[in-house]
């Protein structure tokens, strides 16, 4: 699939990380689809920052106003692109975790990417990862790494069925 989109690449080397922060916060409310930014080195040897904002067509404006107001930023770089990318759905599993002679059981969307008969990947949000191991740390006594917690529940995620189980 594919669809008309602008990217805006503006310089920043004036302002500070709290601003920068602020200032993507501010662009995804305003209009942006994704934000990235990447450390650069300037001219005089200074630190800066090249923003990368993913927008739609009818929102440059808005963005355009918000960086020149609160980043003082006079111009900057349009490219039009097609974003191409892939079929995304969601479905709800159950997760129960055993630990501990003990049980917990959380609700779960799962990202599908591609067919949904035959996924090219699945995936779980960092959000839902955090929230299980606050409860296993805080209930059960028992903090699972994320990434080892990550790695559990996506390789079982392509089972069928509505509940996953995991025994840790």
Known sequence: MEKK???????VDHVSGELLGFSVEKLLKIGA?????????????????????????????????????????????????????QEVNFIQKRVVIYLNGHSESFRCEVKIVGDPADPLAVDVEHDFLVEVQKVLDEKLHSPVPLMELRGMIESRLKESGDEITLEI
């Open 5 to 11: 989109s602008k990217l805006i690449l503006a310089q």
């Open 33 to 85: 689809r994704n934000v990235q930014m990447i450390p650069t080195i300037t001219i005089k040897s200074r630190p800066g920052t090249i923003m990368i904002i993913d927008i739609p067509e009818d929102q440059e404006k808005f963005i355009s106003d918000f960086l020149a107001k609160e980043l003082k930023i006079s111009g900057y770089h349009r490219i039009e692109t097609s974003h191409v990318f």
